[in-house]
């Protein structure tokens, strides 16, 4: 896939092919996480014990916004696989700007579940992938650091859902656009989901669990992540929040024809 070749971004066996590299990706950034505890000190506002100078929110948000605002200064967010926690931070580029030909639609980037995404990484991920919950004041900086990873890969991977919707809309203008039309939001859904790939994405994610969660050479030994828990994040949370952007990107599609 190649953003400044439109044909390939919007083909939807390069999408899918995308989207498994995508989990090799969030696997080893979960395996890296699985390493500290769950430190909820990190995600606390305000917390007395960690003070931020002229900043209303956690540690892992403050982290978080400087990165975005010197990433963005490296050109991040022109990329369309990108997305912001903090758009309002984002930066002018010091690098040239690179035009990419418009592949979705210009709303695309108000689509953005940046917010949800971080809510449920904190509240549902972290506690199943953590090694045990408790805190580790020496490995907040690193825990801050493994989480901004684990953060933008899931949103990177959430936020395809905007070129899966583009294809299948280029696919099938007549459908999409009744019921866009009618604003037919469970057509929509039953239209998008192809339940055998979500089967075939549950049987891949159990054996690369196996694979890589474990040290080979000693397979009783500590598992860093498990096939059910990959399975689950997997199944109730990352595939429901790609729907959701798929579905609030088409319900707005009309409006670019
Ligand atoms: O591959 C697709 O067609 C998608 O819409 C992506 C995805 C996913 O999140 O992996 C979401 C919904 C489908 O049921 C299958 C898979």
């Not at 896939?1 to 400044?4: A, E, I, Q, R, S």
């Not at 971004?9 to 769950?38: A, C, Q, W, Y």
């Not at 953590?130 to 580790?136: A, K």
């Given at each position: 896939?190649?953003?400044?070749k439109p044909g ?48 209303h929110g956690s ?97 990177r991977r959430i ?99």
């Open positions: 896939m190649d953003f400044l390939t971004v919007l083909d939807l066996g390069n999408i899918r092919d995308e989207l498994v590299r995508m989990e090799d990706t969030i696997i080893f950034k979960f395996i890296e996480r699985s390493h500290f505890p769950t430190c909820p000190t990190v995600y606390k506002e305000n917390d007395p014990n960690l003070q931020l100078p002229d900043f540690f892992l948000d403050w982290a978080l916004m400087q990165s975005e605002m010197t990433h963005s200064q490296l050109r991040r967010f022109e990329s369309p696989d990108q997305t912001p926690f903090f758009p309002s931070k984002i930066l002018k580029p010091i690098l040239p700007s690179i035009q990419y030909p418009r592949v979705l639609a210009s709303y695309s980037p108000e689509i953005n579940l940046n917010q949800e995404i971080k809510d449920v990484y904190i509240n549902q991920i972290t506690p199943l992938i953590s090694r045990f919950d408790g805190e580790s004041w020496e490995n907040f900086g690193s825990v801050a650091t493994i989480d901004i990873e684990c953060l933008q890969s899931l949103s936020h395809f859902g905007k070129f899966v919707a583009e294809a299948k809309f280029q696919a099938d203008r007549a459908l999409y656009s009744k019921m866009i039309l009618e604003q037919d939001i469970d057509g929509l859904y039953q239209s998008i989901t192809n339940s055998a790939v979500e089967e075939k994405i549950m049987e891949r994610l159990c054996v690369k669990a196996e694979v890589y969660g474990v040290d080979p050479t000693n397979k009783e030994g500590y598992r860093k992540i498990t096939p059910a828990y990959l399975v689950k994040i997997y199944k109730e949370l990352v595939i429901p929040l790609t729907k959701k952007v798929e579905i609030d990107y088409l319900l707005r599609r009309l409006e670019c024809e």
